[in-house]
């Protein structure tokens, strides 16, 4: 094996930053689950808060993408 | 697929190669004026808008036919979104907001197609989206209430000490927002390409034997089909939501 210790480390950096997406998995689930559990508990209520879903669940995601951001940036622009 | 020198050298994916930006015609270094397939895929896009709108609404019949029913139900989904997210008073820029969506749309699922090129996954692109909705929603926001916009910030339903502290979240947090808006698109597309891609070179090596690769790549195109509208959905609606905070500043 070649290379050098700034490619190892970057590298290792770029896995360790892909961590951060499970963190937006779970929030991501967190948003969808307590939308059927309400969806669940008051159907005609659901219809109406289909966007407030979508929302919560782009602003969740936004983290984990940022950390996968990260690691492209460690990956190839490093 | 797999001979000795491949084997060899172990397992070579290369699945950001696909992003690669260079001149359509020609080999020559990219410049500034060379036509690059970005530009190329973005017109096929821009075409591809135009005609689906213009042939869709041709006919103006009481009656639709299938095509003008897919346009008319895309243009009342994004009409009811600006108007339910946004008020009534944002439908002045709904041409804008469905000039948008129908781009990132076309643009997302046109990438879809084998060997084709994805616009909408270069964060040129849509920080360029991003940007221009951060903008003008900014210029909007203060040509309609004056320095009065700034009660965004400035939260009148928080206790008293607790406002500066939240004013600083607040405005870091509307900073923030074409950094996500553009990335969430960008990174959601790029990842889905080249999960794609290396399951694709997961079956390239196996040869014909690889029926789980296989299994995956549709599986994993359904998902990505799915994801394309979904982004092109979420990033609408934020634009959406973008507005009523220009819109109603208070809270």
Wanted: with cysteine.
């Amino acid at each position: 094996m070649e290379g050098d210790l700034n490619t190892m480390g970057a590298l290792i950096g770029a896995g360790l930053a892909c961590t951060g997406m499970g963190g937006a998995a779970i929030g991501v689930g967190h948003v969808a689950g307590n939308y059927l559990a309400g969806a669940l508990r008051n159907p005609s209520a659901a219809q109406s808060q289909t966007a407030m879903l979508f929302i919560g669940i782009a602003f969740a995601e936004a983290f984990g993408i940022f950390s996968f951001l990260v690691a492209l940036l460690l990956m190839f622009a490093l | 697929m797999a001979t000795e020198t491949e084997a060899q050298k172990g397992l070579e994916i290369h699945p950001m190669d696909q992003f690669l930006i260079k001149p359509v015609l020609g080999d020559g270094p990219l410049v500034w004026y060379s036509f690059s397939n970005t530009a190329m895929w973005m017109a096929i896009t821009l075409v591809g808008v135009i005609i689906f709108l213009v042939v869709g609404t041709r006919k103006k019949s009481y009656v639709p036919d299938r095509f003008q029913m897919v346009v008319e139900l895309i243009y009342g989904f994004v009409r009811n979104m600006v108007q339910d997210v946004a008020g009534r008073d944002a439908l002045p820029f709904f041409p804008y907001i469905m000039t948008a969506f129908m781009f990132v749309i076309f643009s997302n699922v046109l990438g879809l197609i084998p060997m084709s090129f994805t616009p909408t996954s270069h964060i040129a692109v849509t920080a360029t989206l991003a940007l221009t909705v951060f903008i003008s929603v900014t210029v909007i926001g203060f040509v309609k209430h004056g320095l009065g916009f700034l009660g965004l910030f400035w939260i009148s339903s928080a206790p008293l000490p607790l406002r500066p502290v939240l004013a600083v979240i607040e405005v870091m947090s509307y900073f923030v927002r074409p950094i996500s808006h553009s990335i969430r698109l960008a990174g959601n597309m790029m990842a889905g390409h080249a999960m794609i891609k290396v399951f694709a070179a997961f079956a390239g090596v196996m040869g014909l034997g690889a029926f789980v690769p296989i299994i995956a790549i549709s599986a994993v195109y359904g998902l990505e089909l799915l994801v394309a509208f979904i982004q092109a959905y979420v990033f609408t609606i934020l634009t959406c939501v973008y507005l009523k905070d220009a819109l109603h500043p208070q809270h």
